[in-house]
């Protein structure tokens, strides 16, 4: 029976404490679990921006306005499908935090910088390869000036 000391630290410090190591985005990538404690090579980081290439669709969310809302039209874009309402979000008038991330104290690390402006660079080409996927933002603009979006309601077909 193996045996664990947990000692829990609370705030920003209990959080980074338990990541054993760095850079749990790129290790994923590359299979290797994110608590492992593991030295990442320039290698490694090249192949993990490598497999973001390949992957099938790749999700923008958070950081920039309607990132997760252009996602949704660009995946409807290129598969194809009905664009309903609650599939995206209306967080245009809402007011977006501002997060002092020097308390992280370098996180996130370097190696998941390049690999998150790696997927940020395919997201945009893809944006750009498909003008249907802004026909579907327009759309989506439009329905959230003319409603509070209460009713399931069909957007947009691609």
Request: one cysteine or more.
């Amino acid at each position: 029976m193996r045996t664990f000391n947990v000692t829990l630290t609370r705030g920003t410090q209990g959080f980074l404490s338990t990541l054993n190591g760095v850079s749990a985005m790129t290790k994923m990538l590359l299979g290797i679990g994110c608590q492992e404690r593991h030295a990442l090579t320039i290698a490694d980081v090249e192949r993990a921006k490598q497999y973001v290439m390949k992957l099938g669709f790749v999700v923008m969310s958070g950081q920039t306005g309607h990132a997760y809302e252009r996602s949704v039209c660009l995946l409807h874009s290129r598969f194809g499908g009905m664009v309903y309402d609650f599939e995206v979000t209306n967080d245009s008038d809402k007011d977006r935090r501002h997060y002092n991330e020097s308390i992280l104290h370098g996180y996130p690390e370097y190696e998941d910088t390049v690999i998150y402006s790696a997927a940020v660079e395919r997201f945009e080409f893809e944006w750009a390869a498909n003008p249907q996927a802004e026909r579907c933002m327009q759309a989506v603009r439009t329905y959230f000036l003319r409603t509070a979006a209460s009713d399931f309601t069909y957007l947009a077909t691609l």
